[in-house]
T-cell receptor, first 113, second 116 residues
Framework: GNSVTQMEGPVTLSEEAFLTINCTYT??????LFWYVQYPGEGLQLLLK?????DKGSNKGFEATYRKETTSFHLEKGSVQVSDSAVYFC????????????FGQGTRLTINP | DTGVSQNPRHKITKRGQNVTFRCDPI?????LYWYRQTLGQGPEFLTY????????KSRLLSDRFSAERPKGSFSTLEIQRTEQGDSAMYLC??????????????FGEGSRLTVL
């Protein structure tokens, strides 16, 4: 079946550090890939997405590249801020239009000033 | 605020009682989804509606669970004879019709259920 595996957290970094959160997936065919973020006290919101191999999604300084050969979609940011502290979820969708998302378990990120 | 609204935000109940959660999606969205999230895990798909039609249900949605969207606007999720294993955050999300869909789901803040 379809599944997503994320690097285990929690992750704690200092401000301005480089961030990588690993995500690998198992799926048949060509899923769409997403990163969602949940800030404290808020609902999940889309951070970025990629719909085909070699696409790069980017938003708010975060980037992730859809790597079909390694079935990965790692999230990166060059210089994190305290405001990036949140829980990050990698997800995939196999359904065209239905967006029945399969999520990873989430990675809690804490950025210290 | 025109986002997805869920009520109540937190419900504490005793085992065996029935509970109902309500979701009001973004008004122009015709698709509505329910997910369940347990502590330390990612959300798991439960069911989704296109307008008033329930098009798919996960095997996670046992016979004690029922979801409705009678007029294609708000939705309710009822859990009958609650069990302690039902304790979780129940998330609602909405999205527009596929013609306008960018692949993004818009989530509410969730309704947390605690079964004692």
């Amino acid at each position: 079946g379809n599944s997503v595996t994320q690097m285990e957290g929690p992750v704690t970094l200092s401000e301005e550090a480089f961030l990588t959160i690993n995500c690998t997936y198992t799926a048949t065919g060509y899923p769409s890939l997403f990163w969602y973020v949940q800030y404290p006290g808020e609902g999940l919101q889309l951070l970025l997405k990629a719909t085909k191999a070699d696409d790069k999604g980017s938003n708010k300084g975060f980037e992730a590249t859809y790597r079909k050969e390694t079935t990965s979609f790692h999230l990166e940011k060059g210089s994190v801020q305290v405001s990036d502290s949140a829980v990050y979820f990698c997800a995939l969708s196999r359904d065209q239009g239905a967006q029945k998302l399969v999520f990873g378990q989430g990675t809690r990120l804490t950025i210290n000033p | 605020d025109t986002g997805v609204s869920q009520n109540p935000r937190h419900k504490i109940t005793k085992r065996g009682q029935n509970v109902t959660f309500r979701c009001d999606p973004i008004s122009e969205h015709n698709r509505l989804y329910w997910y369940r999230q347990t502590l330390g895990q990612g959300p798991e798909f439960l069911t989704y509606f296109q307008n008033e039609a329930q098009l798919e249900k996960s095997r996670l949605l046992s016979d004690r669970f029922s979801a409705e969207r009678p007029k294609g606007s708000f939705s309710t999720l009822e859990i009958q004879r609650t069990e302690q294993g039902d304790s979780a955050m129940y998330l609602c999300a909405s999205s527009p019709d596929s013609r306008f869909n960018t692949g993004e789901l818009f989530f509410g803040e969730g309704s947390r259920l605690t079964v004692l």
